[in-house]
């Protein structure tokens, strides 16, 4: 997977709201740790920013939160699935697996990961339906920095520390 197709889809996760952004990007900070330095029904990161720069009312936010708890669990089903085929490739490709076992494994992976995104695209319009018209067109700004942000840092390269 290229480096832009996961920052793309980091990015539209953080945005929308998913949580399963914290089961795409290993992190070595136990689950546990971060649930307990959240303030409950606040999203955490760069997604609480964004739901405050779109001035959700209390409403809106706790539609948002029963979103994210409704396909939680799918999503990170479905990640972890495409995790596990994936290493499986890796495995296959480094052993003694022919190219037809190869490829079947790849199609398997685009599958799973088809899934996934059309899991993440049904949570996406779930929480688009929470939002205002106004919104809406605040989100579609917000995304559009967020991606040109992005994009700049693609082209400068990796910050160098």
């Known amino acids: 997977m ?13 945005t ?29 990161g ?17 539609k948002m939160q029963a979103v994210r708890d409704r396909y939680k669990d799918q999503l990170s089903q479905r990640m972890q699935a495409v995790r596990q085929a994936r290493q499986e490739l890796e495995t296959m490709m480094s052993g003694t697996a022919n190219n ?17 995104e059309e899991v993440q695209f049904e949570s996406m319009l779930a929480m688009r339906d929470v939002l205002t018209s106004e919104q809406r067109g605040k989100l579609a700004q917000l995304m559009q920095q967020r991606r040109q942000a992005v994009k700049n840092r693609m082209q400068n390269g990796p910050k160098k520390q």
């Not at 190869?102 to 990961?113: A, T, V, Y």
């Open 2 to 14: 290229s480096i832009r197709r996961i920052s793309a889809i980091a990015v539209l996760m953080f």
């Open 16 to 44: 929308l709201g998913s949580t399963v952004a914290a089961v795409a990007i290993p992190n070595p900070v136990a689950p546990q740790t971060l649930a307990q330095n959240q303030q409950p029904n606040r999203p955490a």
């Open 46 to 62: 760069r997604e609480g920013r964004l739901f405050e720069q779109l001035n959700l009312s209390a409403d809106q936010k706790q």
């Open 100 to 116: 037809s076992q190869i490829r079947e494994k790849h199609r398997q992976i685009m599958g799973l990961r088809q899934q996934f």
